[in-house]
């Protein structure tokens, strides 16, 4: 919203006193505009952004900080409020989080996540937004979690997904988006929970098997 000051939308510096230290900005016809930073106890910066009439617009940077040594958190870039060119995020031990880039908003190239232990958690590609390729998951012990390949953004392809004990739990094939043909579940332990043809996917999730007896099962 705008920031009005004595019923007036308000232009100027602004001074706030938060508990982890200063924040600085400045208002522009009651909105955020130009550089805004909160800086720790000491004067270092923990969060540096730009806005452009209220709208994030330019480099933002955040940082972790412990109250003995800052560690980078965030760098992100705007356009008028939607993420272009780098994106990345560390977690509080240094290790990274996010790596991805963004054109007008979008997610656009190679697309990393890891989890806080330093594992893979998913990879991808992206082209405007889209999902193009391989796209993987893994779980945090390090074991595959989920593989698909996308074209034009839709599943095309075997869809396989494993259990954490590293054992597949299902697998289903998919045509520009839609599950077609056969399909398998499996338990934890291996043995299989049923196979049959996909007849239609269920509301809320999950699919309608046919089995070779003619029986129709949903599985989710």
């Keep these: 919203g705008k920031y009005y000051l004595k019923d007036k939308l308000y232009s100027g510096p602004v001074i706030k006193q938060l ?35 209220g709208k994030k617009h330019g480099k933002f940077e955040q940082w972790y900080d412990d109250g003995e040594k800052r560690h980078k958190e965030l760098i992100a870039s705007f356009d008028q409020n939607r993420y272009v060119d780098i994106y990345r995020e560390w977690y509080p031990n240094g290790r990274r989080s996010i790596i991805g880039f963004y054109i007008n908003g979008k997610e656009q190239g190679k697309y990393q996540e890891w989890y806080e232990n330093g ?19 893994w779980h945090e012990n390090g074991k595959r979690a989920l593989k698909v390949r996308y074209e034009n953004g839709k599943a095309n392809g075997t869809w396989t997904q494993w259990y954490e004990n590293g054992k597949k739990q299902m697998q289903i094939e998919y045509v520009n988006g839609i599950p077609r043909g056969r399909a398998k579940f499996w338990f934890p332990d291996g043995s299989l929970r049923g196979e049959g043809i996909i007849k ?4 809320g999730g999950g699919w309608i098997l046919e089995d070779a007896g003619g029986n129709r099962q949903v599985f989710k």
């Design 200 to 203: 239609s996917e269920v509301q």
């Design 19 to 53: 508990d982890v230290g200063l924040m600085t900005g400045q208002f522009h016809k009651g909105m955020r505009h130009g550089l805004w930073q909160t800086l720790n106890k000491i004067g270092e910066p923990i969060m540096i952004g730009h806005f452009n009439m």
């Design 119 to 137: 594992n893979k958690a998913l990879k991808a590609k992206f082209i405007n937004g889209n999902p193009e390729g391989i796209y993987s998951e």
